[in-house]
C-alpha cells in the first residue's frame, strides 16, 4: 500500500497573461536602468551602422554614373569599411549585453518563483501536483535560459534592424518606403493569423510536458507498490498515453510553424515586385537617381535576413514567452497563502495530545466523488495507529489532513483541543511532524542539514538524535563527523542512512504528534528491520499515525484501521483483525505467503 494512493486532480498553478508578464519584464528592466539603456543603444547603432553600407553603395552607384572624382569614391569606400567594423562591434556590445540583461531577469524570476514555490501551501502543492510544480522552475527556466542565450538577442536585435531599414527606405525616397510599406499588411496577416494559433499551443504543449512529468514521478514515488499490485501497464499506459500527447503536440506546432514560414515568403515577394516596379517607373520618368533606385532593393533585401532569423527563432521565442506566462503566474500564487490562528501550546515534558478525526469528507477541487466518506478515528494520547488498505484507499490524503495538509469540507481534525482548520502552517508544524517516503538530503554540512528541523540544537543534542535512530556509529566513521559535506556533491547516502537522517529531524522537531506515511517504504529489505526499530525510537512518547508499507508495521501499531474506497471498514488490534477473517486478514495471509 503506498502513497501513490489517491492523488488529486490536476489543478495547474496559475499562469498569466502576456501583457502581465511584459509589465514584470519592464518593471524590472526600470529597476536597472543603466543596463536597460546600454543594451537598447548598442543594439540601434549596431542596426544603423549595417544599414548605413547599402545607402552609401546608393552614393557610389550615382558617383560612377555621375563621373564622380576617384577621392570622393574612395571616401565613401572607407566609410563603408568603418561601418562594416563599427557595426560589428556595436552588435557583439548589442548581444552581450541582451544576455546580461536577461541573465539578470531570469536569476531574479527564477529567485521569486522557487521562493513562492517553498512558501505556497503544503495542500496547493498537493493539489496542483509536483508535476507542474518541477516543470515551472525545472523546465520552464530551462526553457527560458535558452531562449535568453538564442532567441531573445536573435528577435530583439532582428526587429531593431527592421526598424531602421524601413527608416532607410523612406530616407532613399518615400514613395520607395512606400513601395516597401506594401508588404507589411502581409506580414502583418501572417502575424495576426499565427499568434492567436500559436500561443495557446505552446502552453498547451507545456501543459503536456508537465502532466507526462507528474505520470512519471507518481510511478517512481510508489515503484514498490505498483510491481506488489502488478500495476506496471496501468502505469505505462498512463506515462504511453501523455508521451504521445506531448509528441502531437510538438508535431501540430511545427505543422503550424510551416505554414507562417510560408505566408512570411509570399510577404517578402510582394514587397520585393512593388519596389522593383515602383522604381522602374520612377527610374523612367527621371524622379530618381539610379542610386536610389539601386539601394531600394538592396535595401528592401537587407530585411530578408533579420525577418528569416525572427521567423526562425520564432519558435524558440514562443516557447520563451509561454515559460515566461507560467513563471511570472507562479509568482501570483503568493497572494493564496493562508494565514489563520495559531495552535495551543504544549510545553516540553507535557504528554502528547489525543487526535480525533471526526466524520471527515474530504474531495479534491474538480473532483465528483470524495476520497474520504465520513472516517472517524480517534488515537489515544501516545498510542499508535497504522492505516491499511489498497492503492487509491484515501490512506496517504487522511495522513495529510491529520498534518495539517488540506482542509476536509466536512468534519474536523483535532489534536488535543486543536481544531486544524483555525491553525496556519507554523502552528501545524508545531503539534505534528510529518514524514514521508519522499525523504531529501539538503546540499551542506550533515549538521546544517539537522539543524533545519532545529535551528538552535547544540551538536550535543545533533548527536543524541543521531544516537536516538541508530546513525551514531555511522557519524564516528564520516571524515569530518557532523560538518561532513551530504547531499549533492557530498557524502553518498543510500536510502537507509537517508531516512535516519530523515528520523534525526523528526526527533529534533519535538512534534508532540507524528504522522509518518510510509517513511520506511525505501528502504532495502535488509535495512528494514533496523529501520523500523529506529522509528519506534523517534516516536517514543509520541501520539504516531502510521501509513503501513509492510504490514509487519501495522502489526507493530496500538491500533489497525483497515480503509477501502474512503471508508474505514475494519478495526482493532492485530490479533483481533486476524481473528475477524476478513480484509485485513486477507491480506494478511497474501502477505505471509508472499514473504
Known sequence: ??????????????????????????????????????????????AAFQVLPVLLLGRVVDGVVGGGDRSSLLAVGVLLVAAALLGAAATAASTWLIGRLGAELLATLREAAVRTVLGMPSARVEQVGRGDVLSRVGDDVAVLS??????????????????????????????????????LPAYALALRWYLP???????????????????????????????????????????????????????EVFRLFGRFVGRENRAEFIGLVLIIGVGYV??????????????????????FTPLGAIMFTFDEAQKSGASLTRLVGVLGERAEARLVGDAEPVGDGAPPPAVAVDAVTFRYPGAEEPVLREVSLAIPA???????????????????LVAGIGTPQEGAVRIGTTDLAGVDGAGT???????????????????????????????????????????????????????????????????????????????????????????????????????ERAVSAACAGRTVLFVAHRLTQAMAADRIAVLDCGRVVEEGTHEELVALGGRYARLWRAWRESS
Open 382 to 400: 501516545g498510542r499508535s495507529l497504522a492505516l491499511v488498505g489498497a492503492t487509491g484507499a484515501g490512506k496517504s490524503t487522511l495522513a495529510a
Open 429 to 531: 508544524r508545531r503539534l505534528v511532524g510529518i514524514l514521508t517516503q519522499e525523504t531529501h538530503v539538503f546540499s551542506g554540512t550533515l549538521a546544517e542539514d539537522l539543524r533545519l528541523a532545529a535551528p538552535g540544537a547544540t551538536e550535543a543534542e545533533l548527536e543524541d538524535a543521531l544516537r536516538t535512530v541508530g546513525a551514531e556509529a555511522w557519524v564516528r566513521g564520516l571524515p569530518q563527523g557532523l560538518g561532513t559535506p551530504v547531499g549533492e556533491g557530498g557524502e553518498r547516502l543510500d536510502g537507509t542512512l537517508v531516512a535516519r537522517i530523515a528520523l534525526a529531524r523528526l526527533v529534533l522537531g519535538r512534534a508532540p504528534v507524528v504522522v509518518l506515511d510510509e517513511s520506511t517504504a525505501e528502504a532495502g529489505s535488509e535495512g528494514a528491520a533496523e529501520l
Open 1 to 46: 500500500m503506498s502513497a501513490v494512493g489517491t492523488r488529486p486532480p490536476a489543478t495547474a498553478l496559475r499562469t498569466t497573461s502576456g501583457r502581465e508578464a511584459a509589465r514584470w519584464v519592464a518593471a524590472r528592466c526600470r529597476e536597472l536602468p543603466w543596463w536597460t539603456a546600454a543594451t537598447v543603444t548598442t543594439t540601434v547603432a549596431g
Open 146 to 183: 535558452r531562449g535568453i542565450r538564442t532567441a531573445v538577442p536573435t528577435v530583439f536585435s532582428a526587429g531593431v534592424l527592421v526598424a531602421i531599414a524601413t527608416i532607410g527606405m523612406f530616407g532613399l525616397d518615400w514613395r520607395l518606403g512606400l513601395a516597401g510599406a506594401g508588404a
Open 282 to 303: 520612377l527610374l523612367e520618368a527621371g524622379a530618381a537617381s539610379l542610386g536610389e533606385v539601386s539601394a531600394a532593393p538592396l535595401m528592401f533585401h537587407r530585411l
Open 197 to 251: 494559433r500559436s500561443a495557446p499551443l505552446y502552453r498547451r504543449q507545456r501543459v503536456a510536458q508537465a502532466d507526462r512529468a507528474q505520470a512519471l514521478i507518481s510511478g517512481l514515488d510508489g515503484i514498490g507498490t505498483v510491481r506488489a499490485y502488478r500495476l506496471e501497464g496501468a502505469f505505462q499506459e498512463k506515462v504511453t498515453e501523455e508521451s504521445w500527447r506531448v509528441r502531437t503536440l510538438g508535431i
